[in-house]
């Protein structure tokens, strides 16, 4: 039985992705697969103390085993406080360890899903190498291509930081036109270095989208219409603040986006209809007129109607593309297919001594 601990240097890095990812392939290839998140803390954790991660690891793959078990250990502020106070680290490992031989039983693999930063666990005497250690796993590291330097620091650090339990690493989220720098630069570098190199990953503004019922949480707004469309992914963000002869132009340049104009900007809310438009979000809290609505209708486009002025609807909304979770079927889709692209799947299952059942 193998244990694989897929962890980053930062959050938004593609870690559940790249877990739902490996699991979905390694059972089209017979192997059975379980899943366990070690440490859950802040904003990962949903009412009750469960991990949104975990319950939609736990969903989409249809696993049986009880939430409690794959995410065994919750860390929310009460939690914290009282462990400051009385202690209780080994409680915690106890309860990971007991959590993971009931996940492992009768399994070809388990995929352990780290924390937002390799920082993450230290406090409560559960840091990432402990836990790799704890539950002897190998090490798989994605890490967020920003910038060459930054690539090349955070793996050594990855490297140094697990020892010999480290395997490799995905670059992930690589912008078009550092691919071949990657690829042909960074890659042999790391490679020469003892650090294998699964996967270059290119950036995709389909993984960077962001849903329109995402939108409507952040903005706090209302849909007025086709709320059965929430689901659908924004790619692009335009705002509607020019005249109404050069919008149609204007709105013609991106596909799957996001028009943000005023409530009182009837002629901008039509041309953006006209063209690929995934929602309106109209500021001002300006209700539009029923027949802005029942073309929106027609056309099969959600509004949201928000209280915020332009600037700051779009100042929201740019903080949050790019770092939202990989909670919908076309993103998972379109990551399972780059990694069956791109994925070097006859090295991993080497490194974990896996071997097909098909």
């Known amino acids: 039985m ?36 070690p440490l859950s803390a802040g904003p990962r954790l949903a009412a009750g103390l469960v991990d949104e991660d975990a319950e939609f690891f736990r969903q989409t793959l249809e696993l049986s085993d009880p939430i409690e078990d794959m995410a065994p250990v919750g860390i929310s502020p009460a939690v ?4 400051l106070k009385v202690g209780g680290a080994d409680d915690f490992r106890d309860k990971l360890w007991a959590a993971y031989e009931r996940i492992a039983k009768g399994r070809d693999v388990v995929i352990l ?47 140094v930081s697990f020892g010999d339990r480290f395997i490799g690493a995905v670059l992930n989220g690589v912008p078009r036109q550092r691919m071949p720098f990657a690829q042909e630069v960074a890659k042999q570098a790391l490679e020469a270095r003892g650090l294998p190199v699964y996967a270059v990953l290119p950036q995709e503004r389909l993984l960077l989208s962001i849903s329109v019922s995402e939108l ?4 706090a707004g209302e849909i007025l219409c086709c709320a059965d469309r929430a689901d659908e992914l924004v790619e692009h963000l335009m705002v509607g603040a020019m005249g109404v002869d050069s919008a149609l132009t204007y709105f013609r340049r991106k596909p799957n986006k ?37 073309r929106a209708a027609e056309v099969g486009v959600p509004m949201i109607l928000v209280k915020q002025d332009t600037l700051t609807a779009v ?44």
């Open 315 to 358: 100042e929201v909304i740019e903080r949050y593309f790019g770092k939202t979770r990989i909670h919908q079927a076309k993103k998972i889709e379109r990551f399972e297919q780059m990694l069956e692209d791109r994925f070097d799947f006859e090295r991993l299952y080497a490194a974990l001594d896996l071997r097909r059942k098909e």
């Open 2 to 37: 193998a244990t694989l601990y897929i962890t980053s240097t930062e959050t938004f890095s593609g870690k559940s992705a790249l877990c739902i990812g490996l699991a979905k392939r390694m059972r089209r290839d017979g192997l059975s697969v379980g899943y366990l998140k």
């Open 113 to 159: 899903e780290g924390g937002s930063s390799l920082r993450e666990g230290y406090a409560i005497g559960l840091p990432s190498p402990l836990v790799a250690q704890l539950l002897d796993a190998r090490v798989l590291a994605i890490i967020h291509y920003d910038e060459d330097l930054q690539v090349m620091d955070d793996l050594v650090a990855a490297q």
């Open 216 to 219: 409507a949480e952040l903005l």
């Open 80 to 83: 914290l406080e009282q462990f």
């Open 258 to 294: 996001a028009v943000i104009t005023g409530g009182d900007r009837p002629d901008i809310q039509l041309a953006a209809l006209e063209t690929s438009t995934k929602c309106l979000i109209l500021t001002g809290n300006l209700q539009p007129s029923p027949i802005i609505i029942g």
